[in-house]
């Protein structure tokens, strides 16, 4: 628990980041750039102070070139986003997702790793409701039952104790989050020190609900797209895209920051990466993305939706291009499967998040449907500490080619050890499915992708940072008792 001291002190730096958010945003409405300069490099000095020694002098000497670039395209970036969302969300945005998250969060964070010995992650993904007003096609959300709620104590639960851990940001999923309005706002007015965002379908984002949004500033969305209104509706239902539309359209008209989260699949890759969609995303006034390579989750998984390893190589350069400055597209995407290289792999598990379904049970990742501990019964550090979640803290990564991060669709064969032996339970209510019945679905992609994940990853080596490695206790003191064995073309090269 904080001492009284530091949470004296917290509340003055708090004020101080304040401050300061505000004259950045004041700068940039007004067009000063020179003070605007100045903000920028205050923050930068504030982020020396929390990450230390991992915040390199080229790491600093590099965001310092930028933030004095008048040409630097991600500072143009940022300072647009900056200039065009309201000016109280821009305030919480950076209070919240940077100071209270990205710099004061993560060091407490990292203390709390060393002080466990297990993972604590920056974010936890939770479910207010399995509730939700559409049927997608391959979706796996609905395979939890419809009944299943988490109470407001339970996620004020979540979040009060994932605080105390360092996590200061929340995304919710579902079903459809926004079934549960009423309980998520008095939810983020309570915890006003965190950021929370919600992947939606966008059919009961309304007017109201944006006024409200727009006072409070600590919660954006992650709206559900899939590229033009044919292939979009194809798979969520006649009218969804025309919905989402709107949604985007009110979100801009209240200045409220959001993104993107774009499922893409065998059917529908090319829609979702033209440079027409990526367009209108920049009319509509999106700013960011998800994109989530489709997973065979579930009873009712189509795993012909399964993208071939031809469309994810595609993928892979699609987004990196759009990333690159020879590149004028105003959005940035992120991948949440082929950017393991900038995040050491698979993120599962507590390593950076977790999942809570609406039931309470802990899982691993959104796609694993399998668990030891549940938040009506434990805490949230005594579920980081149970034996699945142990099992990721050992055996992360899971490949040392971060094109092959998960071990549920790179390497079934490493989910379906520990399952079995921690003695996770399915925790799908409506039509079970056994970790055999699910990595089966994997096991011939996983196959086929190997040969070009080792080519492409081999072609990039030279681009890439030192490779992540997990050094648990066990590991530093029996190294031959890591969790899992690594392929023998690993080893050799280990």
Request: charged share 25%; net charge neutral; with cysteine.
């Amino acid at each position: 628990m904080a001492s009284a001291i530091e949470n004296v002190k917290h509340a003055a730096e708090r004020q101080a980041v304040a401050v300061l958010a505000e004259g950045l945003v004041k700068n940039l409405k007004n067009k000063n750039y020179e003070d605007r300069t100045k903000s920028y490099l205050s923050i930068l000095k504030l982020a020396q102070k929390y990450y230390g020694k991992t915040f390199t002098p080229e790491m600093v000497a590099a965001v310092k070139g930028a933030i004095e670039d008048p040409d630097n395209r991600w500072m143009k970036f940022i300072d647009e986003i900056i200039n065009e969302i309201d000016p109280q969300f821009a305030k919480m945005t950076l209070l919240n997702l940077g100071y209270e998250s990205f710099l004061r969060g993560t060091r407490m964070i990292r203390e709390n790793r060393k002080k466990y010995d297990c993972n604590i992650p920056w974010l936890i993904l939770f479910d207010p409701t399995a509730a939700c007003n559409m049927h997608c096609e391959g979706c796996w959300s609905g395979t939890y039952g419809h009944k299943s709620n988490l109470s407001f104590d339970d996620m004020d639960k979540i979040v009060t104790e994932g605080k105390a851990l360092g996590t200061h940001l929340y995304l919710m999923t579902g079903g459809e989050p926004m079934v549960r309005k009423k309980d998520i706002l008095k939810l983020i007015e309570k915890h006003n020190d965190c950021y929370f965002a919600a992947f939606s379908n966008s059919t009961l984002i309304d007017e109201e609900l944006c006024k409200e949004l727009a006072r409070l500033g600590n919660m954006t969305f992650f709206l559900s797209i899939e590229g033009t209104p044919d292939t979009n509706d194809a798979r969520r239902g006649e009218g969804h895209y025309a919905a989402v539309m709107r949604a985007m359209d009110l979100l801009k008209k209240y200045g409220i920051l959001y993104g993107t989260s774009i499922c893409y699949t065998s059917a529908n890759i090319e829609a979702v990466t033209s440079d027409d969609f990526f367009h209108l995303l920049e009319k509509k006034g999106a700013k960011f993305g998800f994109y989530f390579h489709y997973m065979p989750t579930g009873q009712n998984a189509v795993p012909a939706l399964l993208p071939t390893p031809e469309q994810r190589e595609y993928m892979i350069n699609r987004i990196r291009y759009i990333r690159s400055d020879a590149s004028d597209i105003k959005f940035y995407p992120m991948d949440f499967q082929n950017d393991g290289e900038f995040v050491g792999g698979c993120i599962a598990g507590g390593r950076n998040y977790f999942h809570i379904n609406s039931s309470g049970d802990a899982e691993p990742c959104v796609f694993i449907h399998y668990s030891n501990t549940n938040i009506h019964e434990n805490s949230i550090l005594e579920m980081l500490q149970s034996p699945l979640f142990m099992a990721y803290h050992k055996g992360q990564p899971f490949n040392r080619n971060h094109l092959r991060p998960c071990p549920m669709l790179e390497n079934p064969q490493l989910l379906r050890k520990m399952v079995q032996e921690s003695g996770a339970h399915q925790t799908n209510a409506e039509a079970p499915e056994s970790v055999e019945h699910l990595c089966a679905k994997c096991d011939d992609y996983a196959r086929d992708w190997k040969p070009f994940a080792e080519r492409i990853w081999a072609s990039q080596k030279h681009k890439t940072k030192k490779i992540y490695e997990n050094y648990t206790k066990e590991k530093r003191e029996h190294p031959e008792l890591a969790a899992f064995e690594k392929p023998a073309e690993l080893k050799k090269e280990a």
